[in-house]
């Protein structure tokens, strides 16, 4: 079974561009959830898919950000214009729906995009 | 609010030696807490979960407990090896169906 796929692995882009991270879940995975890491602070929660609808966005830190998951299969986590606090890394996670949606299995996530804003 | 805090910040054994990571939140309202294993550069990989019912997890040499009551774990790491380096990180999914993470231990294994 593949893994979670995160493209690019690596992005280093100017302030004030725009970056479009990429996540494929494991086949059959109805949710998806984006985390990131900024430097020297936890991982925390960005949002939540299930399917295609977005379940939860409340860990998304401002409208520069937008997230979507077309078909509810793979996913996009945009960041227009990106600002220099966007650095960090950012993960997606897919987790099977075992009968109850609100309690997953578990999580996998992949590798992460590290974002270098410059 | 939910809050998971990890001890110690970093560790460092020689090769051989037995330890424990401890990992505690606030909240124990929660479905389950899982332990992952980050290396530098790398992703998450999932060690154990525990649902919240259980007490125990084991899986080779890494045992992981629960006692949600008193909103603790620990991952014990037996007979640890140089390849056991990484950053530990343990996280709970809360009933909001969100995963809080501690900041993690960075463990060095020395051999």
């Known amino acids: 079974e593949a893994g979670v796929t995160q493209f690019p692995s690596h992005s280093v882009i100017e302030k004030g561009q725009t970056v479009t991270l990429r996540c494929d879940p494991i086949?059959?995975?109805?949710?998806l959830y984006w985390y990131r890491r900024v430097m020297g602070k936890e991982i925390k929660f960005l949002l939540h898919?299930?399917?295609?609808?977005?379940?939860?966005e409340s860990g998304m830190p401002n409208n520069r950000f937008l997230a979507e998951r077309t078909g509810g299969t793979y996913s996009t986590l945009k960041v227009q214009p990106a600002e220099l606090e966007d650095s960090g890394v950012y993960f997606c996670?897919?987790?099977?729906?075992?009968?109850?949606?609100?309690?997953?299995?578990?999580?996998?996530f992949g590798s992460g995009t590290r974002l270098t804003v410059v | 609010k939910q809050e998971v805090t990890q001890i110690p910040a970093a560790l460092s054994v020689p090769e051989g030696e037995n330890l424990v990571l401890n990992c505690s939140f606030t909240?124990?309202?929660?479905?389950?807490l899982q332990w992952f294993r980050q290396d530098p550069g790398k992703g998450l990989t999932s060690l154990l979960l525990?649902?919240?019912?259980?007490r125990e997890q084991t899986s080779g040499r890494l045992n992981a407990s629960l006692d949600k009551s008193s909103g603790r774990s620990t991952l014990y790491i037996a007979a640890s090896q140089p390849g056991d380096s990484a950053t530990y990180l343990c996280?709970?999914?809360?009933?909001?169906?969100?995963?809080?993470f501690g900041a993690g231990t960075i463990l060095r294994v020395k051999s």
């Open positions: 909240d124990s309202a929660i479905y389950n």
């Open positions: 996280a709970v999914l809360t009933y909001g169906n969100k995963l809080v």
């Open positions: 525990i649902q919240s019912s259980q």
């Open positions: 996670a897919s987790s099977q729906v075992r009968g109850d949606p609100i309690s997953p299995y578990g999580y996998t």
């Open positions: 086949s059959g995975h109805d949710n």
């Open positions: 898919f299930v399917k295609e609808s977005k379940q939860d």
